[in-house]
């Protein structure tokens, strides 16, 4: 079970870096709006495994 809290957890850490990123780079707002769709979709599994 742990390992897929972290492997979560690492998704989680990833898509915040590539949304931040995308924001310092002023992409597309469709692009930056499609990266924050998939962390919020990651931050939900998280919560609904009860992390």
């Given at each position: 079970?742990?390992?897929?809290k972290d492997d979560l957890i690492g998704q989680i850490e990833a898509a ?36």
């Amino acid at each position: 079970m742990c390992g897929a809290k972290d492997d979560l957890i690492g998704q989680i850490e990833a898509a915040r870096k590539k949304l931040n990123d995308s924001i310092d780079a002023k992409e597309d707002y469709n692009q930056i709006y499609q990266f924050s769709v998939e962390l919020d979709q990651l931050i939900e599994r998280y919560i609904e495994a009860g992390y």
